[in-house]
């Protein structure tokens, strides 16, 4: 996995603005990297970034996922990213998945999941792979075609019927008893969970802190 992850503030049209992002690629860094450069940009060039921020951000997915597959026509390896997004926009914060990274946050001290993991052996997902053709196989875990464990993606051309880069988007109000934002790719959450998370943020200070010591768990246990 090539966890590559993206943060930048700004403002538009006099809001503010603020972009968050993970982008774990698999089977080489390539995706992960191609999305952390591209995706942001276009997206801010999107003429409905502020009117319209969902179809902006639906199509900016589609598009960027588009222009990267472009590039490896010609390659032999045939590499993915997941693409966790969290995009403040004022007061209203939208959370962009594809993949199984994920984002929690801490309102009134409870862990909230404003993201669901991208699995083929998720009921729905399951079903829309299998309409178009597609199977699920189990090879130590579901899997799409037996090949791949995730049911969206990045890249993935020779999956990409299947693998599509459509991001579910939710949308939360930031109000005063949201405390903080997690978002990490799925090495994190296999070791401890949303609660544990927000156990461990809310016992540090310092955010940079608390960031530092969810990474080193996660590697201390990867």
Same mark, same amino acid.
């Given at each position: 996995?090539?966890? #590559?992850? %993206?943060?930048?503030?700004?403002?538009?049209?006099?809001?503010? *603005?603020?972009?968050?992002?993970?982008?774990?690629?698999?089977?080489? !860094?390539?995706? +992960?990297?191609?999305?952390?450069?591209?995706?942001?940009?276009?997206?801010?060039?999107?003429?409905?970034?502020? %009117?319209?921020?969902?179809?902006?951000?639906?199509?900016?997915?589609?598009?960027?996922?588009?222009?990267?597959?472009?590039?490896?026509?010609?390659? &032999?390896?045939?590499?993915?990213?997941?693409?966790?997004?969290? /995009?403040?926009?004022?007061?209203?914060?939208?959370?962009?998945?594809?993949?199984?990274?994920?984002?929690? *946050?801490?309102?009134?001290?409870?862990?909230?999941?404003?993201?669901?993991?991208?699995? !083929?052996?998720?009921?729905?997902?399951?079903?829309?792979?299998?309409?178009?053709?597609?199977?699920?196989?189990?090879?130590?875990?579901? #899997?799409?075609?037996?090949? =791949?464990?995730?049911?969206?993606?990045?890249?993935?051309?020779?999956?990409? #019927?299947?693998?599509?880069?459509?991001?579910? /988007?939710?949308?939360?109000? *930031?109000?005063?008893?949201?405390?903080?934002?997690?978002? +990490?790719?799925?090495? =994190?959450?296999?070791?401890?969970?949303?609660?544990?998370?927000?156990?461990?943020?809310? %016992?540090?200070?310092?955010?940079?802190?608390?960031?530092?010591?969810?990474?080193?768990?996660?590697? &201390?246990?990867?």
């Amino acid at each position: 996995m090539a966890d #590559r992850n %993206s943060d930048s503030h700004g403002g538009v049209d006099n809001h503010v *603005i603020g972009l968050f992002g993970v982008f774990d690629g698999h089977a080489g !860094p390539d995706a +992960a990297r191609y999305v952390k450069e591209h995706l942001f940009s276009n997206l801010l060039k999107h003429p409905k970034f502020v %009117s319209d921020t969902c179809v902006a951000i639906e199509e900016t997915f589609k598009k960027t996922d588009s222009e990267y597959l472009e590039t490896q026509n010609n390659h &032999g390896r045939d590499v993915g990213s997941t693409a966790l997004t969290t /995009i403040l926009v004022g007061d209203k914060l939208l959370v962009a998945n594809v993949g199984d990274s994920r984002a929690v *946050i801490s309102r009134g001290e409870e862990a909230i999941e404003l993201s669901i993991d991208h699995k !083929p052996d998720r009921e729905d997902e399951k079903k829309r792979i299998e309409d178009v053709g597609g199977v699920v196989l189990w090879g130590g875990t579901w #899997r799409v075609s037996g090949v =791949l464990a995730l049911s969206r993606a990045f890249g993935d051309r020779l999956l990409k #019927r299947y693998v599509v880069a459509d991001p579910e /988007i939710k949308e939360e109000k *930031i109000t005063e008893d949201v405390e903080f934002l997690v978002i +990490a790719s799925d090495g =994190l959450w296999y070791v401890i969970t949303n609660e544990e998370a927000m156990c461990m943020v809310q %016992s540090i200070d310092e955010s940079v802190d608390a960031s530092m010591a969810i990474i080193n768990l996660q590697k &201390g246990n990867s």
